[in-house]
């Protein structure tokens, strides 16, 4: 091979040296499927024997692209860690680098809104697309994408969830079983600790519980609900406090996520309130603090990781193709550990 393909990111004298155009190489090195599967396995080879490094501009010169997608964190002023986020940015980061991308993420300060930063990545042309996540029921970053006419990819809906790719868990449904499993247990007594975020999720969780209780027709359940606002976690223990104050105390605290849920553990441990023995208490999501509770807590598993890497390779999908919308909605799997059981007065 000539030696002037050794000078780091010249993929002009790596095309001269294989004989290929520029156009053919940057493409077989971004996995584009349009590249036959064997000049690809060329390309890549030759690139890896001389350490090849694709410069960015140079790259983007010739497909009018970066290589990057975009991700909005925002930087919240309450220090609760988000575990969700942890393992959602870890699959999503390896479906990208399984076809050649990287992912590229903006953080969002307190001051910020998310949409302006979106905005200023978009309008500098820094990402190919987007990957939003906790959606909003009227969410005003899917509204700006679709008017932009900008690749993006949502993990979740919007109330109006039409003309753009997504993909969700049946959080409605979920909630629907989990009460009419309760029931059976014995629970006629329900607390649900649920968020002040207009979020999607919330609305699909919290209708599908209250559906559950409608169709049963029972004029022995009750239902108490609170709703806290999700990262100010010191704001918790009150709401959480005046359902085991309460006169006719839940049996059952089903809670919107796995942090609600650890913290109804925790408050519950401190009022000597046996769980599960007095108190049945559920979560959502399955981060990896659920497993070590004491309880250890029941929840609902929705494949973090793995739906973030099915989202990169959608994303990915719809750039190389221009295929069209193409939207998912899968079934969380219910985990049964301790921190359930049948209801006080039903043993």
């Not at 350490?51 to 290589?67: E, F, Q």
């Not at 302006?116 to 697309?129: K, N, Y």
């Not at 009227?138 to 993990?155: I, Q, S, T």
């Amino acid at each position: 091979m000539n030696i002037a393909a050794k000078k780091k990111g010249s993929l002009k004298a790596l095309a001269a040296d294989l004989g290929l155009s520029i156009t053919t190489v940057s493409r077989a090195l971004g996995g584009y499927s349009d590249v036959a599967e064997a000049t690809r396995l060329r390309v890549v080879a030759a690139a890896e024997a001389i350490d090849y490094v694709p410069n960015i501009a140079g790259k983007m010169l010739v497909t009018g692209r970066s290589g990057f997608v975009g991700f909005l964190l925002p930087l919240r002023d309450s220090p609760i860690f988000d575990p969700f986020l942890g393992e959602y940015i870890t699959g999503l980061s390896a479906g990208l680098a399984e076809r050649g991308h990287n992912l590229f993420m903006t953080t969002v300060s307190s001051a910020q809104t998310e949409l302006t930063a979106l905005q200023h990545i978009v309008e500098s042309g820094r990402a190919d697309a987007m990957v939003l996540n906790r959606i909003a029921e009227d969410d005003k970053r899917v509204n700006y994408l679709m008017e932009r006419d900008f690749p993006f990819v949502a993990h979740g809906r919007t109330l109006e969830h039409t003309g753009y790719s997504w993909i969700d868990t049946d959080g409605q449904q979920a909630f629907h079983d989990l009460f009419d499993w309760l029931y059976e247990l014995g629970h006629r007594r329900f607390g649900l600790l649920s968020i002040t975020e207009a979020m999607t999720f919330r609305r699909y969780r919290e209708n599908g519980f209250r559906t559950a209780i409608n169709n049963k027709g029972d004029s022995d359940v009750t239902l108490s609900m609170q709703r806290v606002p999700r990262f100010e976690s010191h704001t918790w223990g009150q709401a959480i406090d005046s359902m085991l104050d309460a006169e006719h105390q839940p049996t059952a605290i089903v809670a919107l996520t796995d942090e609600l849920a650890l913290s109804v553990i925790e408050r519950a441990a401190a009022r000597g309130i046996d769980v599960p023995g007095s108190l049945t208490v559920t979560g959502f999501d399955n981060i990896p603090a659920a497993q070590f509770s004491k309880p250890e807590l029941t929840t609902f598993d929705q494949s973090i990781r793995s739906s973030a890497q099915q989202m990169a390779g959608l994303l990915l999908d719809t750039l190389d193709s221009q295929q069209g919308v193409r939207q998912q909605l899968s079934s969380p799997t219910l985990i049964k550990r301790a921190s359930h059981g049948p209801a006080l007065n039903t043993r």
